[in-house]
């Protein structure tokens, strides 16, 4: 980085701008040039700037003449070739050109390359706070393969989020009051069984668990008859917050899992405290007078609400909140709750829980405060819940809940990241038939086998191992779409090479290598820019494609895109590193360019390093 800064001077007096969105430089002048136009009042353009495929001439375009022929009853052609005239360039193009009906546009080499090398991506901050909801594993076990998965995925989301500028807090939710909970907690009683503290907690509490289903049949229902009172005793004991402190047990051990895989929370919110804190109640009395009350059928007497705007095909659309004898379902409670995180009302008063890495973790606690150390809780702008695919009707019985106050829109701001599940070697996973895999284990062994593939005389061994294992992992799980069901098997997640995060961390060490070669070797000459030419050009043109991708990744709800752009930047530096001339001689060999080449492609590795890096950070 001190290479990098020194020779930006006399580029920019080695200062670091901010990147200029050259796209929407070009959007504005295409803007600027219609304005000569006499275009119908009610014309709505949508004007696209993209990249113009590689068999094509020019390195952006913009097909915007076509929506203009209609309104101009002239050939699109003809438009594109009077644009060309008529547009007023911005810095870093050189020359506009008429390609049939399409506008292409050619950057200026040089002041793209040093634009690109000499700035970086700071987004402006939104103004809004954004609440993401991810792990929220049952406390009755450790976390599975299966539990990796969404975990990271919200853990991605939160960085690129916040990356975009927005305020963002991650919540874990606790259902400390839940039948696995409970199930749990009575498998203890039952065995009378005492932690040897030795075991990781989480997964002694879970074997018990395993062993309670294994020893009765839960689902046949006399045995459950048998069991019920027993098992209602301690919900109620969870309920009455008696075994707070066993639980708090199990989520801890919990925490040390999202620990090892750098996740970090905000905010833990238990069950018990939504209930007691009275929620529930101050929600109903916001909808329940909006609430449907059937007057006939099986429904009579209830009330609730029609869930076929929101979903179709429904065989039961209508869908009880409130049962005719006053009760109300979990449903309810999931509402309250999400009317909290909006800021509809207050009642959860919050404490400090732990010490994380990055940031103190608190939670809600009923002898908390409202602002502890001055924090603020809840008050979104925007909700994600990054939650099992199977929970998706669950999720649209809250959007429907938040559809029933103020003007209807807290909905559309409400999101279900519905991932999917994950089969471990072809088989569903169980967590009552103990047919998982830890994720404990899982990350061991990431580790063991990056360690097994690392040289023994590298400097800080088990470091490195301990970065690309968890590397290679993390990537397994998040370069898929999340709507895409994953098969976890060993070769595969945990294979270092192909699509995965070292092939990334590699061109990421080779090019950070480059550039402690030319620190040693005193390189300081003035860059030359000018005589960069279209291999740096096509490399740089990856790098500023970076706002674009963190964008999509924004609208998509998916950190998948970002995964496939860090492959691209290490492919197209790799393929730079190895490019070759006509007689077959590398011709980008650094330490042997010119002097002022040299200096200039020394840069250009250095900002390709920072990106790959910004990429990979931004995935966790």
């Not at 705007?309 to 005719?324: D, Y």
Request: hydrophobic fraction near 40%; proline fraction near 4%; glycine fraction near 8%.
């Amino acid at each position: 980085r001190q290479m990098l800064a020194r020779l930006l001077k006399g580029c920019v007096s080695g200062s670091i701008r901010l990147m200029p969105d050259l796209k929407q430089l070009l959007k504005t002048a295409l803007e600027g040039a219609l304005y000569s136009y006499a275009l119908p009042p009610d014309l709505k353009l949508e004007i696209a700037i993209q990249e113009t495929p590689s068999d094509k001439p020019g390195d952006y375009g913009s097909a915007v003449a076509f929506q203009l022929a209609k309104a101009l009853r002239s050939n699109p052609a003809q438009i594109a070739k009077d644009l060309a005239e008529k547009i007023a360039l911005p810095v870093g193009i050189s020359r506009s050109e008429a390609v049939g009906p399409y506008l292409n546009f050619f950057v200026d080499a040089p002041a793209f390359v040093r634009n690109v090398v000499s700035s970086r991506y700071i987004a402006p901050q939104q103004g809004k706070k954004v609440i993401i909801e991810h792990s929220s594993v049952n406390p009755n076990k450790e976390w599975h393969v299966g539990h990796i998965r969404g975990a990271l995925i919200g853990d991605a989301l939160a960085r690129m989020y916040r990356a975009s500028g927005y305020t963002v807090e991650v919540q874990n939710y606790i259902d400390d009051t839940g039948r696995q909970a409970a199930e749990s907690q009575f498998a203890v009683q039952h065995y009378g069984a005492v932690w040897d503290e030795k075991t990781k907690y989480d997964h002694w509490l879970g074997r018990l668990y395993v062993q309670l289903h294994k020893d009765f049949d839960l689902k046949n229902k006399e045995i459950k008859a048998s069991l019920e009172p027993q098992i209602a005793a301690v919900i109620h004991q969870l309920e009455d917050g008696k075994l707070r402190g066993e639980i708090e047990r199990v989520v801890k051990a919990q925490l040390e899992t999202a620990a090892s895989l750098g996740i970090e929370y905000g905010l833990l919110t238990w069950e018990s405290d939504v209930i007691h804190a009275g929620l529930v109640e101050q929600a109903l009395a916001m909808f329940a007078e909006k609430l449907e009350s059937p007057t006939e059928g099986k429904f009579t007497g209830a009330k609730g609400v029609d869930l076929s705007p929101f979903v179709a095909g429904l065989e039961e659309p209508f869908k009880v909140l409130v049962r005719g004898n006053g009760t109300y379902v979990y449903e309810t409670k999931d509402i309250a709750y999400h009317y909290w995180k909006f800021g509809l009302f207050e009642g959860l008063k919050f404490q400090k829980f732990s010490d994380q890495l990055r940031k103190p973790l608190y939670t809600t606690a009923p002898s908390g405060e409202l602002h502890p150390d001055g924090q603020s809780f809840a008050h979104a702008d925007r909700v994600i819940n990054v939650i099992d695919a199977r929970q998706g009707l669950a999720q649209i019985v809250v959007k429907a809940g938040l559809s029933l106050v103020s003007d209807g829109s807290y909905a559309k701001y409400h999101h279900h990241l519905a991932n999917e599940t994950v089969l471990l070697e072809g088989q569903t996973m169980s967590g009552r038939k103990g047919i998982t895999v830890s994720a404990d284990e899982v990350i061991a062994e990431a580790q063991s086998r990056a360690l097994a593939l690392t040289p023994e005389t590298l400097e800080s061994r088990e470091n490195v191992a301990q970065i690309i294992g968890l590397g290679a992992l993390k990537f397994a799980f998040l370069k898929a779409s999340p709507e895409r069901q994953i098969d976890f098997r060993w070769d595969s997640a945990l294979a270092l090479q192909g699509d995965t995060a070292p092939v990334a961390q590699y061109a990421h060490a080779r090019a950070r290598k480059i550039g402690r070669d030319g620190s040693s070797k005193g390189f300081n000459d003035a860059p030359d820019w000018s005589a960069i030419g279209s291999l740096e050009l096509d490399l740089m043109k990856s790098v500023a494609r970076y706002p674009d991708v963190l964008a999509l990744c924004l609208r998509d709800h998916s950190p998948h895109p970002m995964c496939s752009y860090a492959l691209e930047l290490a492919g197209v530096f790799n393929s730079y590193y190895n490019h070759k001339d006509a007689s077959g001689k590398s011709d980008t060999n650094i330490m042997h360019s010119p002097a002022g080449l040299r200096e200039a492609r020394l840069a250009v590795v250095a900002r390709v390093a920072d990106a790959i890096q910004e990429a990979l950070e931004v995935l966790g």
